[in-house]
Nanobody
């Protein structure tokens, strides 16, 4: 199983980035897919989740600014991040979890997002 995340970088406050995560080795449509982030010295936290049934949820602090989506044909999820703030700075990880078996969970390698002027 591989989850390949990309799209991170350095952006000024108020800017935008789009993260992508391409999956291989899993039956993609059966997996809940999520974006997590981990800032220095902090615990990893869930940012956005899209289930196998396309139910979407967000961390409160990113609602209205971030949008998660999935393309089952391309086995890829996306995170469109707008109006970025310095507090969004973190390593962002994608996660795949089988919708009916939480023991089947996989992580991508992470992509760094830095929001700074």
């Amino acid at each position: 199983v591989q989850l390949q995340a990309c799209g991170g970088g350095l952006v000024q406050p108020g800017g935008s980035l789009r993260l992508s995560c391409a999956a291989s080795g899993i039956t993609f449509g059966s997996y809940d897919m999520g974006w997590y982030r981990q800032a220095p010295g902090k615990q990893r936290e869930l940012v956005a989740l899209i289930t196998a049934g396309d139910t979407i949820s967000y961390k409160d602090s990113v609602k209205g600014r971030f949008t998660i989506s999935r393309d089952n044909a391309k086995k890829t999820i996306y995170l469109q991040m707008n109006s970025l703030k310095p507090e969004d700075t973190a390593v962002y990880y994608c996660n795949a979890q089988l919708s009916w078996d939480s023991s089947k969970t996989y992580w991508g390698q992470g992509t760094l997002v830095t929001v700074s002027s």
